[in-house]
């Protein structure tokens, strides 16, 4: 075996690559390689990445690959925090996804929530005219504003804004090394602390404080299946990981911005668009288009073949996203912007994973993703009808960073 796939082969650890190289690490691995499937080491740990038509299908079949014990515990603190166990095939998990796919189909669904954020940036850019503002920390406290309204989170303007710059620090550095991440597992453990406080008011001297049948109702008094309470900071991890998401949607709603500043003839068809169809089309191709996470990893499950090469039971799997949502073999002109290939007949949203994919043993895909398209085309049809000058600035998007954004975080001018 030649040492480019041997993942046994000390030389053979792409772990500077994947930081020099970010998005573009493993798509550039995979062009190399003609089978799809990527052999090498990261942080030593030998992992198989799979790319290509059919590899999002065959990695989230829960029969081929478990997310359980997949990252590292650095990583799973900072993004999950140490009270929830971060397997997302176990029972304490799927209880929990029930209960928050319940809080998605009763009045206060994904679309109530994309209507808070409406209110919400209209209250904020109201009276700015003129100034001069940072579209990722305005559009983030925005997000933080109106999840917290949807939530039931009675918060003060002030611990709202903590609570949005806390949150994109939880995502911007969970999975990298250095002060990025020692500023996320500090923003997740303040965010766990004063959330678990709030939790331990609402079911001790405080309970006229919680909005009926809120998220917020719905955690602190959720029974785990052997009948239990939750911890109050397993409660408030749980919110957390509601409200996280949700502020996440900064990143793609900033790429929403920089697209239209860039293709300014998708403004008209959103400003007519009085059924939505267009802006969930838009939310999708913006989800394709620009960079989120490069990739997503599990366990193989037992022993499986994947285009005719062996994975071994246990081994660490990567699934390849920026290269699955920029692959010419389920793309027509994949580097072309183009939400329109979201409204055809023929729509590609099963090729679509830009942070989950379609459970194929269920049917659906993951019930964030609905509140990510809700609240995003909500954002992007806002956008639409704002008009607004972009000043000169640095607006490259280095895919060698992860997450990434505009350089400039995209400054606009209230026109």
């Known amino acids: 075996m030649t040492p480019s796939r041997n993942p046994a082969a000390p030389w053979n650890d792409s772990t500077l690559g994947l930081l020099m190289y970010g998005y573009a690490w493993l798509p550039g691995r995979m062009r190399r390689e003609s089978v799809g499937v990527v052999r090498t080491r990261l942080l030593g740990r030998p992992v198989v990445a799979l790319g290509g038509p059919g590899a999002a299908r065959f990695f989230y ?98 611990e709202a804004s903590e609570l949005a710059r806390d949150c994109t620090a939880m995502v911007d550095g969970f ?12 923003a997740r453990a303040r965010q766990e602390k004063a959330l678990a406080d709030l ?24 029974r785990d299946p052997e009948g239990r309470l939750l911890e109050p900071r397993t409660a408030a991890a749980e919110l957390l990981d509601l409200v996280r998401p949700t502020v996440a949607v900064a990143w793609f709603a900033t790429f929403a911005a920089h697209a239209l500043h860039r293709w300014p003839g998708h403004r008209e068809p959103l400003r007519s668009d009085t059924r939505g169809a267009y802006a969930v089309a838009f939310a999708h191709e913006v989800r394709r288009f620009y960079p989120f996470a490069p990739f997503v990893g599990g366990i193989a499950a037992q022993d499986l073949t994947w285009r005719g090469e062996p994975l071994a039971k246990g081994a660490l799997v990567l699934l390849d996203l920026y290269g699955q949502n920029h692959d010419p073999a389920l793309w027509e002109h994949p580097y072309r912007f183009d939400p329109q290939r979201f409204i055809s007949t023929n729509s590609p949203l099963d090729h679509l994973v830009p942070q989950v994919g379609a459970d194929p043993a269920r049917g659906h895909r993951r019930p964030g993703e609905e509140i990510t398209v809700a609240v995003l085309a909500s954002v992007v049809s806002e956008l639409a009808q704002l008009d607004f000058d972009v000043p000169e600035q640095d607006l490259t998007i280095p895919l060698s960073r992860m997450p990434t954004l505009p350089r400039s975080r995209f400054e606009l001018s209230l026109a």
């Open 199 to 222: 939790i331990a008011r609402v079911r001790g001297t405080q309970p006229e404080a919680v909005t009926k049948r809120s998220a917020l109702e719905t955690v602190a008094w959720y």
């Open 61 to 158: 079949d829960r029969r081929h690959v478990v997310r359980t014990a997949a990252l590292p515990s650095p990583v799973v603190d900072a993004w999950y925090g140490r009270a929830v166990s971060p397997a997302p095939d176990g029972d304490a998990h799927r209880a929990r996804t029930a209960m928050f796919a319940a809080l998605l189909k009763d009045g206060a669904g994904a679309a109530t929530l994309a209507g808070h954020v409406g209110w919400r940036w209209r209250e904020a850019v109201a009276g700015r005219r003129q100034d001069r503002v940072v579209f990722f920390d305005l559009i983030a406290d925005v997000l933080a504003r109106a999840v917290c309204d949807w939530a039931g989170l009675p918060l003060s303007d002030s």
């Open 175 to 186: 999975a990298v090394p250095g002060p990025r991440h020692l500023r996320a597992r500090r």
